[in-house]
C-alpha cells in the first residue's frame, strides 16, 4: 500500500546519543517535510526537501540535520540527543501537482 | 512570508450542535487552504481543503468557506458527534512555494 512509513514509533536514549529518525514514501513524492510537535500543539516545521539532494532548513531552528539522497527517503539525524530534543517528529510527503501533504504515523523520541 | 492565524484555540460544543473554526492568512498568493484532523496520539489527516477559484465546498457534515478578499477562511462542522473531537489544523500554501503554513490549532471537544 503506497504510505509514509516511520521508524521508530518510539524511542527513548540517554544524553550525548546519536540518533536517525527514518522516514521512507512510496507514493513517488518529491517533495518531502519533517516537522517538529508537542503533543496537540503547533506543527513546527524543521527541514524540508524539494528532490534529490535539495534539502533546506525550516522555520523552526534545530540542531537537527537531514539527507536526501533516494526520492522516497528522507532520515533526520541528531548527532547528539539532549533533553530538550524530546518531542514528536512527523515525516510527510507531497504530492507537487496537488499540494496534498500526507503524514507519517510519527517518531516519539524521549531524551533521558 | 505567510502567517496563519487560527481562532479559537480551544472549542467545547455539545453533541449536536455546529463547530466554526476560523484562520486568516496574510500572502495575497496563497491558493490552497486545507484543514487537517489530528486525532489524540495519531497523524494529522486531511479532512476538506479548498482552492482559491472556489468559495466553498463541502463533504458530508463538514464544509470549508473562502473569503479571498478578506483574506480568511473557515471550516465549518455540522451535527458535531463525540469522534470529531480532536486538534484541527488550517494551513495555507501559495504561489509558487509549495511548503504549507499552518495555524496553531484548534482543540475541539464535542460534549455527549
Known amino acids: 500500500e503506497a504510505d509514509i512509513y516511520q521508524t521508530p514509533r518510539y524511542l527513548v536514549i540517554g544524553t550525548g546519543k546519536k540518533i536517525t529518525l527514518e522516514c521512507s514514501q512510496t507514493?513517488?513524492?518529491?517533495?518531502m517535510y519533517w516537522y517538529q510537535q508537542d503533543p496537540g500543539m503547533e506543527l513546527h516545521l524543521i527541514h524540508y526537501?524539494?528532490?534529490?539532494?535539495?534539502?533546506e532548513k525550516g522555520d523552526l531552528s534545530s540542531e537537527s540535520t537531514v539527507s536526501r539522497i533516494r526520492t522516497e527517503h528522507f532520515p533526520l539525524t541528531l548527532e547528539s540527543a539532549r533533553p530538550s530534543h524530546t518531542s514528536q517528529y512527523l515525516c510527510?510527503?507531497?504530492?507537487?501537482?496537488?499540494?496534498?501533504?500526507?503524514f507519517g504515523a510519527g517518531s516519539r523520541l524521549t531524551v533521558l | 512570508g505567510e502567517n496563519v492565524e487560527q481562532h479559537p484555540s480551544t472549542l467545547s460544543v455539545q453533541e449536536g450542535d455546529s463547530a466554526v473554526i476560523k484562520c486568516t492568512y496574510s500572502?495575497?498568493?496563497?491558493?490552497?487552504f486545507p484543514w487537517y484532523k489530528q486525532e489524540l496520539g495519531k497523524r494529522p489527516q486531511l479532512i476538506i481543503d479548498i482552492r482559491s477559484n472556489v468559495g466553498e465546498k463541502k463533504d458530508q457534515r463538514i464544509a470549508v468557506t473562502l473569503n479571498k478578499t478578506a483574506k480568511h477562511f473557515s471550516l465549518h462542522i455540522t451535527e458535531t458527534q463525540p469522534e470529531d473531537s480532536a486538534v484541527y489544523f488550517c494551513?495555507?500554501?501559495?504561489?509558487?512555494?509549495?511548503?504549507?503554513?499552518f495555524g496553531k490549532g484548534t482543540l475541539l471537544t464535542v460534549n455527549p
Open positions: 507514493m513517488g513524492h518529491d517533495k
Open positions: 510527510a510527503s507531497q504530492n507537487s501537482g496537488a499540494n496534498v501533504l500526507t
Open positions: 500572502d495575497s498568493a496563497s491558493n490552497y
Open positions: 494551513a495555507g500554501c501559495g504561489g509558487s512555494n509549495y511548503k504549507l503554513t
Open positions: 526537501s524539494y528532490g534529490v539532494n535539495s534539502t
